[in-house]
Protein backbone atom coordinates (compact mmCIF):
# COMPACT_ATOMS: atom_id res chain seq x y z
CA UNK A 1 0.00 0.00 0.00
CA UNK A 2 1.13 3.28 -0.76
CA UNK A 3 -0.69 6.81 -0.72
CA UNK A 4 1.05 10.34 -1.74
CA UNK A 5 -0.23 13.44 -1.02
CA UNK A 6 0.21 16.85 -3.33
CA UNK A 7 -0.65 19.91 -3.22
CA UNK A 8 0.41 21.68 -0.20
CA UNK A 9 2.30 24.87 -0.29
CA UNK A 10 2.09 28.51 1.49
CA UNK A 11 -1.03 30.38 0.86
CA UNK A 12 -2.63 33.35 2.03
CA UNK A 13 -5.65 33.35 5.09
CA UNK A 14 -8.98 33.24 3.06
CA UNK A 15 -7.69 31.81 0.15
CA UNK A 16 -8.36 28.14 -0.85
CA UNK A 17 -6.66 25.17 -1.72
CA UNK A 18 -7.10 21.40 -2.56
CA UNK A 19 -4.59 18.71 -1.23
CA UNK A 20 -5.18 15.35 -3.26
CA UNK A 21 -4.00 11.02 -2.51
CA UNK A 22 -3.36 9.10 -4.82
CA UNK A 23 -3.40 5.47 -3.52
CA UNK A 24 -1.86 2.11 -5.10
CA UNK A 25 -1.08 -1.58 -3.74
CA UNK A 26 -5.08 -2.51 -2.94
CA UNK A 27 -8.30 -1.74 -4.07
CA UNK A 28 -9.15 1.72 -3.65
CA UNK A 29 -12.73 0.77 -3.54
CA UNK A 30 -12.27 -1.00 -1.04
CA UNK A 31 -11.98 1.38 1.70
CA UNK A 32 -12.86 4.61 3.35
CA UNK A 33 -10.16 7.54 3.65
CA UNK A 34 -9.27 9.79 5.77
CA UNK A 35 -7.38 13.23 6.27
CA UNK A 36 -5.09 13.77 9.53
CA UNK A 37 -2.99 16.74 10.10
CA UNK A 38 -0.24 17.84 12.62
CA UNK A 39 0.66 20.84 13.36
CA UNK A 40 3.95 21.65 15.11
CA UNK A 41 4.01 21.51 18.95
CA UNK A 42 0.24 19.91 18.78
CA UNK A 43 -1.39 16.54 18.78
CA UNK A 44 -2.83 14.71 15.72
CA UNK A 45 -6.26 15.99 14.73
CA UNK A 46 -8.48 13.91 12.52
CA UNK A 47 -9.68 16.49 9.84
CA UNK A 48 -11.93 14.30 7.62
CA UNK A 49 -13.26 10.61 6.90
CA UNK A 50 -14.90 9.38 3.62
CA UNK A 51 -16.63 6.41 3.36
CA UNK A 52 -15.70 3.62 0.34
CA UNK A 53 -18.71 4.44 -1.24
CA UNK A 54 -18.06 8.44 -1.24
CA UNK A 55 -19.62 9.54 1.73
CA UNK A 56 -18.29 11.93 4.19
CA UNK A 57 -19.38 10.86 7.17
CA UNK A 58 -17.13 13.27 9.73
CA UNK A 59 -15.14 16.84 9.43
CA UNK A 60 -13.20 18.03 12.93
CA UNK A 61 -15.14 21.13 14.32
CA UNK A 62 -12.37 23.44 13.21
CA UNK A 63 -12.80 22.66 9.37
CA UNK A 64 -16.71 22.09 9.52
CA UNK A 65 -18.34 23.69 6.64
CA UNK A 66 -14.90 25.11 5.58
CA UNK A 67 -13.20 22.06 4.19
CA UNK A 68 -14.79 19.15 1.74
CA UNK A 69 -13.34 16.04 1.80
CA UNK A 70 -13.95 13.56 -1.80
CA UNK A 71 -12.89 10.73 -3.55
CA UNK A 72 -12.36 9.58 -7.58
CA UNK A 73 -12.29 6.16 -7.40
CA UNK A 74 -11.58 5.91 -11.59
CA UNK A 75 -8.28 7.89 -10.30
CA UNK A 76 -7.83 6.34 -6.92
CA UNK A 77 -7.26 9.55 -5.51
CA UNK A 78 -9.17 11.24 -1.88
CA UNK A 79 -9.61 15.28 -2.17
CA UNK A 80 -9.41 17.58 0.40
CA UNK A 81 -10.86 20.67 -0.45
CA UNK A 82 -9.96 23.72 2.14
CA UNK A 83 -11.57 27.36 1.68
CA UNK A 84 -11.34 30.69 4.20
CA UNK A 85 -7.81 29.37 5.05
CA UNK A 86 -6.78 30.27 8.80
CA UNK A 87 -3.34 30.67 10.10
CA UNK A 88 -4.36 27.84 12.34
CA UNK A 89 -4.82 25.45 9.46
CA UNK A 90 -1.03 25.50 9.25
CA UNK A 91 0.07 21.72 9.53
CA UNK A 92 1.56 18.51 7.91
CA UNK A 93 -1.38 17.42 6.14
CA UNK A 94 -1.45 13.55 5.84
CA UNK A 95 -3.97 10.59 4.15
CA UNK A 96 -4.30 7.26 5.72
CA UNK A 97 -6.56 3.83 5.37
CA UNK A 98 -6.98 1.15 7.58
CA UNK A 99 -6.36 -2.31 5.32
CA UNK A 100 -6.64 -4.96 6.89
CA UNK A 101 -6.11 -4.18 10.41
CA UNK A 102 -2.88 -2.04 9.55
CA UNK A 103 -2.89 1.76 9.50
CA UNK A 104 -1.05 2.91 6.11
CA UNK A 105 -0.12 6.47 6.32
CA UNK A 106 1.68 8.80 3.02
CA UNK A 107 4.61 10.91 3.84
CA UNK A 108 2.42 14.39 4.30
CA UNK A 109 1.76 17.33 2.74
CA UNK A 110 3.14 21.49 4.32
CA UNK A 111 0.36 23.58 4.20
CA UNK A 112 1.53 27.17 5.55
CA UNK A 113 -0.96 29.85 5.70
CA UNK A 114 0.44 33.03 6.57
CA UNK A 115 0.59 36.13 5.03
Known amino acids: VQLAESGGGLVQPGDSTRLSCVAS????????MTWFRQAPGKDRELVAI????????KYSDSVKGRFTISRDDGKNTVYLEMKSLKPEDTAVYYC?????????WGQGTQVTVSS
Open 50 to 57: ITSAGNPV
Open 96 to 104: TVRVEGYDY
Open 25 to 32: GYTFTNYG
